[in-house]
Structures are given as structure tokens and as C-alpha cells.
């Protein structure tokens, strides 16, 4: 059974790069599927921030396009993401996901960390 689990720092200021890490266990085949990060901000709904595909590279949401990266450490078996430049409105709990699709449908994503809480303050 796949599990993934969310990690990174929960207080980042403004100005700085967020650097989150997603770990994955239990998928033997990681070369398969949609590596997602997704964010709920307080009172918005799911926001789908970018997929990383082994066969069809990786992709963002257009608003997040230039501040964010997605990155895979094989040999760790784990993906990161980094979004530079965070605001105060970059605050909300992170979620990695994988899925069997990308983009903004949650329907595409099966399996999900629990989250993590991100605040952007100084």
C-alpha cells in the first residue's frame, strides 16, 4: 500500500523559498503515475499546484508557474517541491498526492499525504 508523508519547515518568512518534501513507501514502481502537490489555504478550496510524471515530465498551475519547482530524489524515493518568494498569501496546509492524471481535478488523485501546515510570516 503506498503511503506518502509530508515534510518541511512549518514557519517560513516572507521573501523566502519554501522547500517541502514529500516520502513515498510502499510503491515499488514510482516510474508510474502523477506526483502532485496540492495546497488548501485557509477558507479557499484545494488548489492544485503542480504534477511530476516520470513518462510526461512536469507541469504547474499557471499562477504558480514561475515561483514553483517540483523535483523527484529517486534513490531517497521522495519529490520535493520549492515556491520562491512566498507571501503571507502562500500560508496553507501542503499536501502530496499521487494521482493517475494531472491538473486541478482532486478526482485524478487516490492516495494523499495527511498535510502539512505551512505558515508564511515573519
Known amino acids: 500500500q503506498v503511503q506518502l508523508q509530508e515534510s518541511g519547515p512549518g514557519l517560513v518568512k516572507p521573501s523566502q523559498t519554501l522547500s517541502l518534501t514529500c516520502t513515498v513507501s510502499g510503491d515499488s514502481n514510482t516510474d508510474v503515475g502523477y506526483w502532485t502537490w496540492i495546497r488548501q489555504s485557509p477558507g479557499k478550496g484545494l488548489e492544485w499546484m503542480g504534477s511530476?510524471?516520470?513518462?510526461?515530465?512536469?507541469y504547474y498551475s499557471s499562477p504558480l508557474k514561475s515561483r514553483a519547482s517540483i523535483s523527484w530524489d529517486t534513490p531517497k524515493n521522495q519529490f520535493t517541491l520549492q515556491l520562491s518568494s512566498v507571501t503571507p498569501e502562500d500560508t496553507a496546509v501542503y499536501f502530496c498526492?499521487?494521482?493517475?492524471?494531472?491538473?486541478?481535478?482532486?478526482?485524478?488523485?487516490?492516495?494523499w499525504g495527511p498535510g502539512t501546515q505551512v505558515t508564511v510570516s515573519s
Open positions: 511530476h510524471s516520470y513518462y510526461d515530465g512536469t
Open positions: 498526492a499521487k494521482g493517475t492524471n494531472r491538473g486541478a481535478s482532486i478526482l485524478y488523485y487516490s492516495t
